[in-house]
């Protein structure tokens, strides 16, 4: 595991440098897309470099973590238009190239199902964004998740309903009890995991899930299992980490060759 800890500006650029660096290599990359406040900035930066500098999406593939049960079709919220409007719309992306699973299927399990297959038939994710919730959940990916799980539905907790409620006119009872989520063992198959994480708030995951035991009580801890996770982390984020003085000689010292 790699933790860089960065003014939060610096970590969308290097997120974005991994996103790049990915695309240019091979333009017809797989991506596993994030919502939540977290990789907004990261969307930010490649719209601008789609803009200025010609960044393309149009043969790269896009996979959501997770989705909403039951939000109407046309719900701000829903994450499908979330990121069609944060990132497709921006980036030329050809929205029948970005998936979510199907939080408004009649069948929910054979929606899960489906997505499962869809991202193998693509060829697995090479590069996944993630963001983590203060009780160290991943995608939706709650406490008490199996390490091992897979796409399906899940309860969400109280305290994640209410950390959501801000994009629901702070109204806790807007926010849907079911999700759909990739799960941990999903999401582990992955190649690259990128995990951004900003200000205090998100202190006590970060130290739980970086340098804590692996445990289903905090979800994220499963990366440390994964042999590619790159952990972007501010300094208010980074302020209950151990080893933060260590990662910070680590990164001042990475030869300017490595990449993430
Ligand atoms: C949400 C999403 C996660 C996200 C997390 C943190 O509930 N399902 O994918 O990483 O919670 O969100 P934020 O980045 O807004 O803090």
Known sequence: MEVIIAPAA??????ADAIEALLRRKPDAVLGLATGSSPLAVYDELARRHEQAGLSFARARGF???????????????????????????????????????GLAEDLEAACAAYERSIAEAGG????????????HVAFNEPGSSLASRTRIKTLTRQTREDNARFFDGDVEQVPRHCLTQ?????????????????RGKAEAVHRVVEGAVSAMWPGSVLQLHPHVTVLVDDAAASRLQLADYYRQTYASKPTWQGL
């Open 64 to 102: 959501m973590l997770d989705e909403y049960v039951g939000l109407p079709a046309e719900h701000p919220e829903r994450y499908r238009n979330v990121i069609a409007r944060e990132v497709a719309s921006r980036v030329g992306w050809p929205a029948a190239q970005v998936q979510g699973p199907d």
């Open 10 to 15: 610096e970590l969308a650029v290097l997120a």
């Open 183 to 199: 799960g941990l063992g999903t999401i582990m198959e992955a190649r690259h995991l990128v995990l951004l994480a900003t200000g």
């Open 125 to 136: 994710v090479d590069l996944q964004l993630l963001g983590v919730g203060t009780d160290g």
